[in-house]
């Protein structure tokens, strides 16, 4: 019952109003006094709540030779209507909110918090694109947004998924092109990276408990980042995992030195190894040989 009357009123009833109709809905006609008894509410606030319910077109009221009584409308044509005035006040709200708004600043940074706003702004960006969408993404996020992303390619945008996690067979997530490496750094969380048609981006990172911090911008220089760490990933792994064990003795001692400079910052192998010890820091072409034999 708590359940319910919480529905109720985040669709806008009031805690009375709720109530009545619950009980209406129970146990129809009844009158002033019986719904006060049968529901709770003070009988002096019984007939205001049953005006509003009115309306609301919630209830209805009987005129019998005993007096006024009230029956509960049907939940599906209740329903119904809320539903239709809510998609009317929705449009007029949109359509005069954007009549007052100001032309975007379309280098803007924008932070939010939060794992339901990471998935929001997700959406927001793949339900917006018109022509390509890049993706690096984790099992679960992936999986949230995989309507979305088929509904992308359905209208025809082109969408290259890079797997974070290295699945070893498909989840039924990741949507379009997909290519899966487990590149991240073990000691991150989920990441989620998206480009919007080389025009928007969005990073997220969720931690432990669904804990989530988002960063979503148009700036050119941030966009193009994530966009070449996405292209840059998957091409580099595709390499490395082709190459396998050929690829030392294929580059300059040069090019060695210089790579084993360029592991990621604090890098230590997988963080520990099987026993929890720290293992040896290792340079880029290490990383990305273990990133890649994680999958």
Known sequence: MPEIMELLQ???????????????????PLNGYE?????????ANVYSVL??????????????????????????????????????????ARRMLEE????????????????????????????GAQNRLLVATWAPEAQALASNLAAAQARGVEVT???????????GGCQGAIFRYRLAPEYAGRWLVLVQDSAEALAGETGPGDDAFTVRTRQRLLVELSAWY???????????SDLGDQLPGLLSPQTLTALASLGPGGYHGSEHDEEGERGPEAGWLEYMQQAINRR
């Open 100 to 127: 007052m708004a100001t032309p975007p600043d379309y280098e803007y940074v924008w932070n939010a918090r939060g794992y339901q706003s990471l998935l929001d702004h997700a959406r927001a960006l793949v339900d």
């Open 35 to 43: 719904l006060a008894r049968a529901s709770g509410i003070p009988r």
């Open 51 to 92: 005006d509003k319910l009115e309306e609301r077109g919630a209830v209805v009221r009987l005129d019998t030779a005993s007096g006024a009584r009230y029956s509960a409308v049907p939940p599906s044509e209740l329903m119904g209507r809320i539903g239709d005035r809510f998609t009317q006040n929705l449009s007029a």
């Open 161 to 171: 998924t890079l797997c974070l996690q290295g699945c070893a067979a498909e989840c």
């Open 10 to 28: 985040g669709l806008g009833f009031g805690d009375y109003e709720a109530r009545a109709y619950v009980a209406l809905l129970q146990r129809s």
């Open 230 to 240: 996405i292209r840059h990933s998957i091409a580099l792994a595709g390499v490395v």
